[in-house]
């Protein structure tokens, strides 16, 4: 599955200065109410001693507060280096550098363990091809997958829409996506997965599946 998780211009946005925000932000105020969502869902599906892999993961605030409940270790996939030097401060403020791996590249490439729960926020609208993305994940998933994306409704699909043509004009590469929620389902439900919950409200739904029959 060569480059199916390296979405075009994604530099372009992601980097140094958002990376700067985002740390800024979870220092203020904690993760935002979808993230914790994910948080708290993977908690219910059993988090104690868990290996957990995020895609995507930016400063690595989700990661930090699995570890806090009781993960045991985490590896943070990122295609940007920007996000690294906020990540890592953040890490070692927790005290929690030590069981928390950073790699930079396509998660889905050859090196990439599997992990006993995949997260990804805020990513599958970063990708066109939606079912080479969640394929990968189902593939490095041994038990749990969660993910965020943005609603299926006409007004979300206006606002990515408006997103872009702003994208277009700057004369950005980067493009957002909007899914439909229902193929999303299929997708991961093909490759063995069953979904245990959802999230409807907010400008973040989620979905979170767990493995029929676990990988070993």
Same mark, same amino acid.
């Given at each position: 599955?060569?480059?199916?998780?390296?979405?075009?211009?994604?530099d372009e946005?992601?980097?140094?200065?958002?990376?700067?925000?985002?740390?800024?932000?979870?220092?203020?105020?904690? +993760?935002?109410?979808?993230?914790?969502?994910?948080?708290?869902?993977?908690?219910?599906?059993?988090?104690?001693?868990?290996?957990?892999?995020?895609?995507?993961?930016?400063?690595?605030?989700?990661? +930090?507060?699995?570890?806090?409940?009781?993960?045991?270790?985490?590896?943070?996939?990122?295609?940007?280096?920007?996000?690294?030097?906020?990540?890592?401060? +953040?890490?070692?403020?927790?005290?929690?550098?030590?069981?928390?791996?950073?790699?930079?590249?396509?998660?889905?490439?050859?090196?990439?363990?599997?992990?006993?729960?995949?997260?990804?926020?805020?990513?599958?609208?970063?990708?066109?091809?939606?079912?080479?993305?969640?394929?990968?994940?189902?593939?490095?998933?041994?038990?749990?997958?969660?993910?965020?994306?943005?609603?299926?409704?006409?007004?979300?699909?206006?606002?990515?829409?408006?997103?872009?043509?702003? +994208?277009?004009?700057?004369?950005?590469?980067?493009?957002?996506?909007a899914h439909?929620?229902?193929?999303?389902?299929?997708?991961?439900?093909?490759?063995?997965?069953?979904?245990?919950?959802?999230?409807?409200g907010g400008?973040?739904?989620?979905?979170?599946?767990?493995?029929?029959?676990?990988?070993?």
């Amino acid at each position: 599955m060569p480059h199916c998780c390296t979405p075009t211009g994604y530099d372009e946005l992601f980097g140094e200065k958002q990376a700067r925000r985002d740390a800024r932000r979870y220092r203020r105020k904690g +993760l935002d109410r979808a993230a914790q969502w994910i948080v708290d869902t993977v908690r219910d599906q059993g988090v104690e001693g868990a290996t957990v892999l995020e895609p995507g993961g930016g400063v690595g605030a989700i990661e +930090l507060e699995l570890l806090k409940a009781g993960a045991a270790r985490s590896v943070v996939v990122e295609l940007s280096p920007g996000y690294d030097g906020e990540a890592r401060e +953040l890490a070692r403020e927790a005290g929690l550098e030590d069981r928390l791996e950073r790699r930079l590249g396509d998660f889905a490439a050859d090196g990439v363990e599997t992990a006993d729960v995949v997260v990804m926020h805020r990513v599958v609208c970063c990708y066109p091809d939606y079912e080479r993305l969640l394929g990968a994940a189902a593939a490095h998933a041994r038990r749990v997958l969660v993910f965020t994306h943005p609603p299926g409704h006409v007004i979300s699909r206006a606002l990515v829409a408006a997103m872009n043509v702003y +994208l277009r004009v700057r004369g950005w590469q980067f493009r957002a996506f909007a899914h439909p929620p229902g193929e999303l389902t299929a997708t991961v439900r093909s490759h063995g997965f069953e979904p245990v919950a959802f999230r409807r409200g907010g400008i973040w739904h989620g979905a979170a599946f767990a493995r029929k029959a676990p990988v070993r």
